[in-house]
């Protein structure tokens, strides 16, 4: 099998989608697959609840929080943020350090005034420093991605709000990598494609306090409210997409839990980052260090810029080598491995040895 170093949907676990393969079509012999299941019958909801049981026990999630499974992506929480929590004084503060969160921001500006903590980059490789940040103390949140998919650039600490500004957390691409302590937050989100499982489930956990605050334009199906009162279940959620999310969070916890996922993200993004910074130049990856994500890498081959020849060049060979979706966002170009919790240290291992393969044979042409 091929290795995916996909931005997302991203490469599950093997032993997880064997499962899934063995169970597809007669689910624990119960004779019906888990997508022909009534979401509203026993064998179902004890998928649900399990997967909802698991979160919290990996997360150490606080009684007074609510965990909530939606559809519509990160992209829909953008917007269902903002109908829910933006009503309660008009206003919210955005930490803009990247491609996700400057959409969510813009987004933002539909329902609300959108005070920018941090001035307009013109590229995204760092995370100012709080001394310079303009919040608004009476923001109805601060909202901020920790970890940008597309430009490379991760949190290293929790951001501080004003008064007890409610922090407001798109964890999509880094969720589940390392220990988070929720009772921090007032909402976290993230889309399941990432680390977690496939599309089409985004996971919200939210403070009890911040529901009920919905704007009358609210959809019913993106009201906090609704969908807490119905447990999920207001309509058919994405059953299929749930029941794998149960079974990676088996395989998380099987696998040394939250704990065990962040040592290895460590490892595998060093054995990246250690290429990279002792290739004398031929690799080099525009994040500045303090702020580099340890999920999405992002690099160009043979000058800060990159050089198209060779970057091509090395997706050819890659995917050769059975390496694939290496390529970097249309947006930024060059490229870029995504190494969320499924790819393992040995998947990442053959990643530095063919990076530093290609270095040796192509350092004369850079």
Known sequence: MV???AAGPAQLPKEVLVE???QLVDYKGHGLSVMEMSHRGVLYNAIHESAIKKLRELLCIPDNYKVLFMQGGGTGLFAAVCM???GRTGAADYIVTGSWSEKAAKEATKYGIVNLVIPKAEKFQQIPSEDVWKLDPNASYLYYCDNETVDGVEFGFMPKSLNDVPLVCDMSSNFLS???????????FAGA???VGPA?????IVRDDLIGHAMKITPSVFDF???AKNNSLYNTPPCFGIYVIDCVLDWIKKHGGIDGMAKNADIKSQLIYK????SNGFYNCPVVTDARSRMNLPFRIGSIKGDDDLENKFLKGAEVEGMIQLKGHRSVGGIRASLYNAITIAETERLADYMIEFCKNNQAKA
Request: hydrophobic residues 50%; aromatic residues 6%; proline residues 0%.
């Open 3 to 5: 290795i995916n170093f």
């Open 20 to 22: 899934v393969q063995k």
């Open 84 to 86: 829910n929590l933006l």
């Open 178 to 188: 390392r220990k988070v302590d929720v009772s921090k937050y007032g909402l976290i």
């Open 193 to 195: 494609q990432k680390n």
């Open 200 to 204: 089409g489930v985004t996971i919200v």
């Open 225 to 227: 409210a609704v969908l």
């Open 275 to 278: 290429v990279i910074d002792e």
